[in-house]
C-alpha cells in the first residue's frame, strides 16, 4: 500500500494533497484493472463515484463482470467489506440488523446487519422483493440505520456498489424510483472486446486474480482523498450549468419524471471527482458532460410515446447535452 502526501493543516485522517488525487487513483484503478480487463471507463466511473461519496448501480445481463468489478474495488481499499445475496427470502432485518432480546441482562441489544460496513456489495440487489430493497433507503441516503427508533451512524466511508440484472430476465423486481435515485450512477459493463477476453481465459481459468489481488489504499486515505474532491473549485458558471441540465430533464417532452435536486447535487459532486482524477484544481463544463448520462439516465422515466418509439434515457440526456448553452472560460 503507498501512502499518499498529507498537508500538515488537516485534521482527523490529514489531508491529501489536491495534487496527489490523481496519482493516488490511478494507483487504484490500475489495481482494479489486474482483474477488469478491457473496461477502463468503467473502472474509472466506480472509482469517480467512490470519490464522490455516492453508490454505484452495475447493470447488465449475466456473466459479463458485475460482481467481478464491485469485488475488484472492495478489494482495492482496506476496509470492512460485506456482501449480500439478494434473494426472495432475504428479509430487510437482514440488511439492516435486528434486536434481540437479552435473557440475562433483560434488554434488547442490537445485532446490526450486513449493511455495516464501508464497502457492501449489494448482488443482484433486483433479486429481492421491494420492501427488502427499501431497507437501503435511509442506508444510502443518510448513512445511518433506525432500528426500534434507535438511530445508528454507518461508517465512512460507505459506499453500496449494487448489480443487477436487466428487468427482463427471470425472477427479477423493478428497483423503486426512489431507490434509483439513491444511486449516483449507473453503468453497464457490456462485453469485453476479443483481446480482453482472451486475457480472461489465460488469467482466469486456472486462477482467481482477486484473491491475489492487494489493497491499494485505506478507508483513512479515501476518507482525504474525499475531502480533497469537496476543495476543488466549481465556478458560479460551472454551477448554474448543471442546474439548467437538470432543469431541462424536467422540461422534456420525452420525459414524465425528471431529474431530482439530488441528482444535480451528484452531478456536482461526480463532475468535482473527475476534475480530481484528471489532475485539476477547478471543474470544466467538459467534466460534467462526461458523467451526465451515467448520473441522471437512470432517474429518468420516459413518456409512453418516447417509450413507444424506442428512445431510451441516455439518448435523451444525450440531446440535452447538445441543446443547454455551455458556459465558456473558467
Known amino acids: 500500500m503507498t501512502e499518499v502526501t498529507r498537508t500538515s493543516d488537516g485534521t482527523g485522517d490529514g489531508a491529501v494533497a489536491l495534487a496527489d488525487v490523481a496519482a493516488e487513483g490511478a494507483r487504484i484503478a490500475a489495481n482494479m484493472a489486474r482483474v477488469v480487463h478491457g473496461k477502463p471507463e468503467v473502472v474509472h466511473l466506480a472509482l469517480v463515484v467512490l470519490l464522490a461519496e455516492g453508490h454505484l448501480l452495475i447493470e447488465d445481463v449475466p456473466g459479463v463482470g458485475k460482481t467481478t468489478l464491485a469485488k475488484a474495488l472492495a478489494a482495492s481499499v482496506d476496509a470492512s467489506v460485506r456482501r449480500?445475496?439478494?434473494?426472495?427470502?432475504?428479509?430487510?432485518?437482514?440488511?439492516?440488523?435486528?434486536?434481540?432480546y437479552d435473557q440475562e441482562t433483560r434488554e434488547f441489544e442490537f445485532k446490526p446487519g450486513a449493511v455495516f460496513a464501508n464497502i457492501v456489495v449489494a448482488d443482484e440487489i433486483n433479486r429481492a422483493s421491494p420492501k427488502t430493497q427499501s431497507a437501503l433507503l435511509e442506508c444510502m441516503a443518510e448513512r445511518q440505520v433506525t432500528v426500534d427508533g434507535v438511530s445508528y451512524e454507518l461508517a465512512r466511508p460507505f459506499l453500496v456498489m449494487a448489480t443487477q440484472n436487466p428487468i427482463e430476465m427471470e425472477g427479477t423486481?423493478?428497483?423503486?424510483?426512489?431507490?434509483?435515485?439513491?444511486?449516483?450512477?449507473?453503468?453497464?459493463?457490456?462485453?469485453?472486446?476479443?483481446?480482453?477476453?482472451?486475457?480472461?481465459?489465460?488469467?482466469?481459468?486456472?486462477?482467481?486474480?482477486?484473491?491475489?489481488?492487494?489493497?491499494?489504499?485505506?478507508?483513512?486515505?479515501?476518507?482525504?482523498?474525499?475531502a480533497a474532491v469537496g476543495r476543488?473549485?466549481?465556478?458560479?458558471?460551472?454551477?448554474?450549468?448543471?442546474?439548467?441540465?437538470?432543469?431541462?430533464?424536467?422540461?422534456?417532452?420525452?420525459?414524465?419524471?425528471?431529474?431530482?435536486?439530488?441528482?444535480?447535487?451528484?452531478?456536482?459532486r461526480t463532475a468535482r471527482a473527475t476534475a480530481a482524477l484528471a489532475g485539476r484544481d477547478h471543474v470544466l463544463p467538459d467534466d460534467v458532460q462526461a458523467v451526465a448520462v451515467p448520473v441522471l439516465a437512470h432517474r429518468l422515466l420516459l413518456t409512453p410515446d418516447a417509450a413507444a418509439a424506442r428512445r431510451t434515457a441516455e439518448q435523451v440526456v444525450g440531446d440535452l447535452l447538445r441543446?443547454?448553452?455551455?458556459?465558456?472560460?473558467?
Open 173 to 226: 423486481y423493478p428497483l423503486p424510483e426512489a431507490q434509483r435515485d439513491r444511486f449516483t450512477a449507473r453503468v453497464s459493463m457490456g462485453y469485453p472486446d476479443r483481446e480482453a477476453e482472451l486475457a480472461m481465459l489465460d488469467d482466469l481459468v486456472t486462477t482467481d486474480p482477486l484473491a491475489t489481488l492487494t489493497p491499494a489504499t485505506d478507508a483513512a486515505g479515501v476518507r482525504a482523498l474525499v
Open 84 to 100: 449480500i445475496q439478494f434473494t426472495p427470502d432475504l428479509l430487510p432485518s437482514d440488511v439492516t440488523g435486528v434486536s434481540v
Open 232 to 268: 476543488l473549485h466549481v465556478s458560479e458558471a460551472v454551477r448554474r450549468y448543471v442546474v439548467a441540465l437538470v432543469e431541462a430533464t424536467r422540461r422534456s417532452a420525452d420525459l414524465r419524471l425528471g431529474a431530482s435536486p439530488r441528482a444535480g447535487l451528484q452531478l456536482l
Open 323 to 330: 441543446t443547454v448553452p455551455v458556459p465558456r472560460g473558467r
